[in-house]
Nanobody, 119 residues
Framework: QVQLVESGGGLVQPGGSLRLSCAASGIIFSIYTMGWHRQAPGKQRELVATITSGGRLNYADSVKGRFTISRDSAKNTVYLQMNSLKPEDTAVYYC?????????????WGQGTQVTVSS
């Protein structure tokens, strides 16, 4: 059973920073694209950032220049460094990954971590 576990969420003041981590565990042969999505109350889940196994990056326009996605393939972990946080960044952040497992390629989601930006 493959599992994605996020950590690093919390309460931060506007202008502050947080770093989210997401570690994949289980029997994993390969990890392809990893990414972060978020869902604010009353809104649809939206893409925040993705990183491919080759290192290609993609960001939502709303976070460009403020957020940085990276990954440590040796640790099966993806990170999201969030700087200059704004109240509108408040949401539950979900990790997502395409992984090759014993049952083939699967798309897996973490349980989510709350990020609240407020003074």
């Amino acid at each position: 059973q493959v599992q994605l576990v996020e950590s690093g969420g919390g309460l931060v003041q506007p202008g502050g920073s947080l770093r989210l981590s997401c570690a994949a565990s289980g029997i994993i042969f390969s990890i392809y694209t990893m990414g972060w999505h978020r869902q604010a109350p009353g809104k649809q889940r939206e893409l925040v950032a993705t990183i491919t196994s080759g290192g290609r990056l993609n960001y939502a326009d709303s976070v460009k220049g403020r957020f940085t996605i990276s990954r440590d393939s040796a640790k099966n972990t993806v990170y999201l460094q969030m700087n200059s946080l704004k109240p509108e960044d408040t949401a539950v952040y979900y990790c997502n990954a395409d992984l090759r497992t014993v049952t083939g390629v699967v798309n897996s989601w973490g349980q989510g971590t709350q990020v609240t930006v407020s003074s």
